[in-house]
């Protein structure tokens, strides 16, 4: 996942891409000090539309549905007639790639696939898809500039704000407009232990910290029909209840995603040229030439702007000012790449048996310990744990494989920053070193001198080194922090960029 060190970068390259692509209205502007709280869905599965709809539509409530494409009309999920509904009612539809895949893992095109045919399949079915939600809050900052070059105005992460047990130093609300509009950040996924006093600080720390945007991620809505991402229909009834009288008490509105990002719906960009097209240009800002996609037929209920929406407030909404209209940008010199993190499956989301799909525990000496993957993310869903009961020299940790296809790849005369987020508990003498392995020109690893030892931390820190200058020859690395002596860290978000 994106570190929020390149986040910056991230956005000023954003920026420049959406600006060449089209006159993007500007983002709408909310009063200062407003919450708005946008109550956004995963996976359009069944049980949303039987037991969210109906209490939302009481409430008299806008939700944002994230979409796969590659799902609609299957069982379980929500059908094509079910989604025109929600659409004409004034909820928002917005994309969540064809399949659901860690797109973090995936090769650039195939992202672009998943990314780009998914929005267009999408708006071919008439919606006005302006918003994406990356599976597993997945993203690398190559996927982000892709979701740009698919024509997304905003893509949603998972996490980077506050919760009650989870990413405590945090910031309590995403800024309006987002200081990152192809990772905007959340709260944690709801989840079958969320309680109605955690979704309520999720709206009150934002209200404290003068307002601000905080979309709640929901999956299922119903009572066991999954162990781990759902909430009650009752819970999710009660905290409306809470939720929609603060529009006049507290100034926080609820609106879907669209109505906080704006901007006009982008054409289509198909990740293949249609038959009988020049071949697209890799530049994204020609990407939008290619408008072969059917034109999305725009409904009323999908206005970019607050002020203009149809849908019923229970309260007055206070009145927006008007938005100045952005002068057209000048032409700019081509943009370079933002940094390209060299881990497969940085965020520990996808897995492969007990481990994440592209790690090993590498271990060494004699230890009762193992791997487990952990819910307490720093990122997304997963970060992984080691644990040590007992161990006779060595050490243990979470590294990417040393395979061809998972090691992390370096050039000769590159230099790479290497980060680990991580938190843990040992008692000295143990120990917890960021460790760097090389395949040498001969094909054979080797230990890399350096090894940092990291201070003990409860909450989620992150360790970081620019490596020297590595020998000859050298064509991959392997990297993380190693556990001596019995105790346990869990990692997450790791991240290695070419830095010179
Ligand atoms: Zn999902």
């Not at 955690?198 to 991620?217: D, I, M, P, R």
């Not at 960009?269 to 725009?298: E, R």
């Not at 080194?465 to 019995?486: N, Q």
Request: positive net charge; proline residues 12%; hydrophobic residues 35%.
């Amino acid at each position: 996942m994106l570190m929020r060190h390149w986040a910056g970068t991230a956005l000023a390259v954003s920026a420049l891409i959406v600006g060449t692509v089209a006159a993007v209205a500007a983002a709408p502007s909310f009063p200062g000090g407003t919450t708005v709280v946008s109550i956004t869905f995963d996976d359009a599965s069944v049980d949303q539309l039987t037991n969210a709809v109906p209490a939302l539509d009481r409430h008299r409530l806008k939700g944002t549905f994230f979409v796969n494409s590659g799902r609609i009309d299957q069982a379980g999920y929500l059908t094509a007639a079910d989604l025109a509904g929600l659409a004409a009612t004034g909820h928002e539809i917005g994309g969540h790639t064809q399949t659901h895949p860690d797109l973090a893992t995936l090769a650039p095109a195939d992202q672009r696939r998943e990314i780009c045919d998914d929005r267009v399949a999408l708006l071919g079915r008439g919606f006005p898809i302006r918003n994406l939600a990356y599976p597993f809050g997945s993203a690398s900052a190559t996927t982000q500039q892709i979701a740009a070059a698919c024509g997304y105005n905003s893509a949603r992460g998972v996490g980077g704000l506050r919760g009650i047990a989870t990413c405590t130093d945090c910031p309590a609300a995403e800024p309006m407009p987002p200081a990152n509009l192809y990772y905007t950040t959340t709260p944690p996924s709801l989840r079958t232990n969320t309680t109605m006093a955690e979704l309520q600080s999720y709206v009150t720390n934002a209200e404290s910290a003068g307002g601000g945007w905080v979309q709640l991620v929901i999956h299922h809505v119903c009572a066991g029909c999954d162990p781990t991402y759902a909430i009650t229909p009752e819970l999710f009834d009660s905290f409306l209840d809470w939720l929609t009288p603060r529009a006049s008490t507290n100034n926080t509105q609820v609106r879907p995603v669209e109505d906080v990002i704006g901007g006009a719906v982008q054409p289509g960009v198909p990740s293949q040229p249609p038959p009988g097209s020049p071949a697209p240009s890799p530049s994204p800002s020609t990407s939008p030439t290619l408008t072969a996609s059917p034109t999305p037929s725009v409904s009323p209920a999908a206005s970019p702007t607050p002020s203009t929406s149809p849908t019923p407030s229970p309260t007055p909404v206070p009145s927006v000012p008007p938005v100045p209209s952005v002068p057209p940008l000048p032409s700019l010199p081509p943009v370079p790449g933002p940094p390209v993190n060299l881990v497969r499956n940085p965020s520990l989301e996808s897995a492969t048996g007990r481990l994440p799909t592209c790690f090993d525990n590498a271990s060494s000496g004699l230890g009762l310990r193992g791997v487990s993957r952990s819910h307490d993310a720093h990122t997304g869903r997963y970060a992984a744990r080691v644990k040590t009961v007992a161990s006779i020299g060595g050490g243990s940790g979470l590294m990417p494989s040393r395979s061809a296809s998972c090691a992390v790849p370096i050039k000769p005369g590159r230099r790479t920053a290497l980060s680990v987020w991580y938190k843990g508990k040992w008692r000295p003498p143990a120990a917890v070193r960021l460790i760097v392995h090389y395949r040498a020109s001969t094909g054979r690893w080797t230990d890399l001198a350096a090894a940092t030892v990291v201070p003990q931390s409860k909450a989620w820190r992150q360790v970081s080194l620019v490596l020297p200058p590595l020998p000859a020859g050298a064509t991959a690395i392997s990297f993380g922090l190693s556990l001596a002596g019995a105790g346990s860290v869990a990692t997450d978000d790791y991240g290695a960029f070419e830095v010179g």
